[in-house]
């Protein structure tokens, strides 16, 4: 049986593309085929007809200026280059519709931006229990989701989802999820699920994600 292709993005540093291991890890447990993605953005659409399913990895932070905004002095501005190619593959994505995706931090942050949303961008100044996301570690979700305790780290968080449905929030209300109910899967999470030890949060997103990629294969999962 073909197991799913699922690209994964990558980072630029200096002159390398590189990834956190648990990521492809995470991908290949769940029966998926791991793909690093160069961020070439004029290759994003190729990537996404060749690949089954698309992961966003983490990062560091938006560049709001190409939302009208100042990117907040706080911020670890994300490469440009980074920030134009996940952009590029949720152009792409709204094309191929059927093309399961999953934002994860930074990813999830940008598909909400993509989508119409909105950030906020420096969770201290806003927010009295900031403390629970950064400088992070664990904290307790609930909502669609479930309920349960996740590995996240984050002093930015989306404050409006745009188009998209909230499905888990922090205990303190910050937006956690996100999804795309018309699509087969489109699911953007503010934590980390490569790195969370509940399989409900963790290990089986990456299932869920494999499984739609597997349907555009006809398999049966």
Known sequence: M???LIGITTDVHGDRYQVAVPYATAVRMAGGTPVLLPCEADCAADYLR????VVLTGGDDPIMEQWGLPTHPEARKVDPRRQAFDLAILAAADVVHDRPVLGICLGMQLMGLHHGGALDQHLPETLPTSGLHWPGGTH???GALGDG???S???QALSDAGGLRVVATATDGV???VRDDHRRFYLGVQ???ERTEA???GAEIFRELVCAAGGKLHQVC
Request: glycine share 4%.
């Open 2 to 4: 073909t197991r799913p």
């Open 50 to 53: 060749r690949c089954d399913g």
């Open 140 to 142: 307790d979700i609930r």
């Open 149 to 151: 305790v996740v590995h």
């Open 153 to 155: 780290h984050h002093h």
């Open 175 to 177: 937006i956690e999820a």
């Open 191 to 193: 934590w980390h699920p």
């Open 199 to 201: 399989r409900q949060f």
